[in-house]
C-alpha cells in the first residue's frame, strides 16, 4: 500500500496501514505509484500538493492510476484532490480527481476551523466515528455517480464514496479508530486480486 508523500501527515497514515498489518510504502515518484495497490492521500495543504504534483510529474500518473481503477483513499486535503471540482481553490487550483463530487475549502471558518463531533457512517458499522476536522473542507454537491457516506446533523456531507475512492473531510489517522483505513485496504486487497 501507498501514501502519497508530497507534503502534509503521510507518516501517520504510514502507521496506521503498518498497524493494520499492510506493508506501508510512501510516494513520491510515478514508478512509485505503479507498484502499489492502492493510495492513501494524507491531508495538509492541496494548494501545495497540486504544486508538488506537477513539479515532480506525478500529476498525470496520478490520474491515469485513478482511471485504471487504481482505490484511493484521500483525507482532508487528499479527499480535495480526489474532487471533480473544488470551490474556494487558489487561481489555477487544479485537483487529479475522479469523485462526482465539488469540495469547498476551508468550510468551517473562525471559531470552528477546527472541531471534533461523533459522526454515524452506516456502510462501516458499528459505533459512531470519532471525526476530528482540521481547517476541513466541505463536500458541497454530491453528483450522480459519487455516494454520502458521513453527513453531519446540519446536513453537510464529509464522507463520500464512489466505487473503488474513498474521501473524508475528517482525519481518521489522528485517532484510534481505523475503519475507513480497513474499508480502504479491503478495496485495495480486491484490486490486487482482481
Ligand atoms: N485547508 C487545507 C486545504 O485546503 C486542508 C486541511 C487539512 O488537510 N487538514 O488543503
Do not use: W
Not at 507518516?11 to 510516494?27: D, I, N
Not at 454537491?141 to 464522507?159: I, P, Q, S, Y
Not at 463520500?160 to 478495496?187: C, I, M, N, W
Amino acid at each position: 500500500m501507498g501514501v502519497l508523500a508530497l507534503q502534509g501527515d503521510f507518516r501517520e497514515h504510514l502507521a496506521v496501514l503498518t498497524a493494520l498489518g499492510a506493508e506501508a510504502v510512501p510516494v513520491r515518484r510515478p514508478d512509485e505509484l505503479a507498484s502499489v495497490s492502492g493510495l492513501v492521500i494524507p491531508g495538509g495543504e492541496s494548494t501545495v500538493m497540486d504544486k508538488l504534483s506537477r513539479t515532480f510529474g506525478m500529476a498525470e500518473p496520478l490520474r491515469a492510476a485513478v482511471d485504471d481503477g487504481l482505490p484511493v483513499y484521500g483525507t482532508c486535503a487528499g479527499l480535495i484532490m480526489l474532487a471533480d471540482h473544488v470551490v474556494d481553490g487558489t487561481p489555477g487550483q487544479r485537483t487529479i480527481g475522479g469523485l462526482d463530487v465539488s469540495v469547498r475549502r476551508n468550510a468551517f471558518g473562525g471559531q470552528t476551523d477546527s472541531f471534533e463531533t461523533d459522526l454515524d457512517v452506516p456502510v462501516i458499522g458499528g459505533p459512531p466515528v470519532h471525526a476530528v476536522f482540521i481547517r476541513a473542507p466541505v463536500v458541497d454537491r454530491v453528483g450522480a455517480l459519487a455516494t454520502a457516506v458521513g453527513v453531519l446533523d446540519d446536513g453537510r456531507v464529509v464522507a463520500v464514496e464512489q466505487g473503488s475512492l474513498l474521501g473524508t473531510a475528517f482525519h481518521p489517522e489522528v485517532t484510534a479508530d481505523y475503519r475507513f483505513h480497513a474499508r480502504f485496504l479491503d478495496k485495495a486487497r480486491a484490486f490486487s486480486s482482481r
